[in-house]
């Protein structure tokens, strides 16, 4: 019989803290998948999550389905296209199938965030942009984090 020793990471040394801005958690993780009812309602049924939210044509959308759950804080959004002629959403799942599209976090200061990964060389895909509704407003970036081919 083998045994393997594993060594615990510690994280008491985290490096020097950052001038401005910090991130503060993981917000949801965006899945792009060929039905988005049947992925949220699998998980719902199977794994305990329980429906947040939803977009879709009786919310005024008339391309894509977006189906959000939770368990605790987690939170994991559901897209897929209502017509097949969706290029973005069609090639990605052709290429890739059902999967995991975006990883989002909450931060403080997301101008200094933006500007340290920039000078870091990260590619910035979308600049910051604000978002408003009758419940305030948020601010959104996208930074890429993986060579897409």
């Known amino acids: ?16 803290k950052p001038e401005g801005g910090r991130f503060v958690n993981f917000d949801h993780v965006t899945f792009w998948v060929g039905n988005a009812k049947q992925a949220a309602s699998y998980y719902c049924t199977r794994l305990g999550f329980k429906p947040l939210a939803y977009k879709g044509l009786e919310t005024g959308s008339r391309k894509i389905a977006s189906h959000v759950v939770h368990q605790n804080k987690i939170v994991f959004i559901f897209v897929s296209a209502y017509l097949p002629g969706n290029r973005e959403l069609g090639d ?3 290429q890739h199938g059902d999967g995991v ?3 989002s976090f909450a931060v403080e200061d997301l101008d200094s965030i933006l500007q340290k990964a920039k000078e870091r060389g990260a590619k910035v895909l979308r600049d910051i942009w604000e978002e408003s509704d009758e419940d305030g407003t948020v601010r959104f970036a996208k930074v890429q984090t993986v060579s897409e081919k």
């Open 1 to 16: 019989m083998a045994f393997r020793s594993f060594s615990m990471t510690t994280y008491t040394d985290k490096g020097p």
């Open 92 to 94: 990605h799942l052709v």
């Open 101 to 103: 599209k975006d990883v």
